[in-house]
């Protein structure tokens, strides 16, 4: 069973402030991990992917992975209102020689201004 | 523009009725892929393609149909055998490669009456 794991939140941050999401996944085997934001309403936005160990930075994000400990987490710096968002975490698993995102239930995060 | 589009944005079927959601791509990407997402809820996989002529069932593949006759268009149809349709419904699209970006339409709300 692939599984990929979020705390639901919802995550509260003042503007400003650094807001820090979590993901976990079981697949040992998972090579691709990736960031979506979804704004209500709206579809999935691929905001970051990282694909080897440690930090990966893009602008006010950074995506920092640890696979002994199978984590995967987004630091979002500068928190604006408009990163107010629920955030998805994704991981690929492969089979059959295709591949698959599986998907986590996502973390609300709200930017209080 | 290069982008996925879905129609309709909005869809109402009555029950018993099959609905077909539309999604086409012009990134000229190998795979497409069809999501279906419930409130407070991840993203579930229904069906995927890799190749025009070819898809393979997701994890709730059950009440749905696909086909890929063309490299830029993988239609849904929704049919009555599905108990629960009402959804937020998702398509993607992507390379098809281990580094596995998927990119999102703007996806098809359908509600049952």
């Known amino acids: 069973q692939k599984e990929v794991e979020q705390n639901s939140g919802p995550l509260s941050v003042p503007e400003g402030a650094i807001a820090s999401l979590n993901c976990t996944y079981s697949?040992?085997?998972?090579?691709?991990f990736f960031w979506y934001r979804q704004y209500s309403g709206k579809s999935p936005e691929l905001i970051m992917f990282?694909?080897?160990?440690g930090d990966k930075e893009d602008g006010r994000f950074t995506a920092q992975l640890n696979k002994a400990s199978q984590y995967v987490s987004l630091l979002i710096r500068d928190s604006q209102p408009s990163d107010s968002a629920t955030y998805l975490c994704a991981v690929t698993y492969s089979g059959a020689g295709s591949y698959q995102l599986t998907f986590g239930k996502g973390t609300k995060l709200s930017v209080i201004p | 523009d290069g982008g996925i589009t879905q129609s309709p944005k909005y869809l109402f079927r009555k029950e018993g009725q099959n609905v077909t959601l539309s999604c086409e791509q012009n990134?000229?990407?190998?795979?497409m892929y069809w999501y279906r997402q419930d409130p407070g809820q991840g993203l579930r996989l229904i069906y995927y393609?890799?190749?025009?002529?070819?898809?393979q069932k997701g994890d709730i593949a059950e009440g749905y149909s696909v086909s890929r006759e063309k490299k830029e268009s993988f239609p849904l149809t929704v049919t009555s055998a599905q108990k629960n349709p009402t959804a937020f419904y998702l398509c993607?699209?992507?390379?098809?490669?281990?580094?596995?970006?998927?990119?999102f339409g703007p996806g098809t709300r359908l509600t049952v009456l």
């Open positions: 990282i694909y080897s160990n």
């Open positions: 993607a699209s992507s390379m098809g490669t281990e580094n596995n970006e998927q990119f």
């Open positions: 990134l000229n990407h190998d795979a």
């Open positions: 393609s890799q190749i025009v002529n070819d898809f």
């Open positions: 697949d040992r085997g998972s090579q691709s």
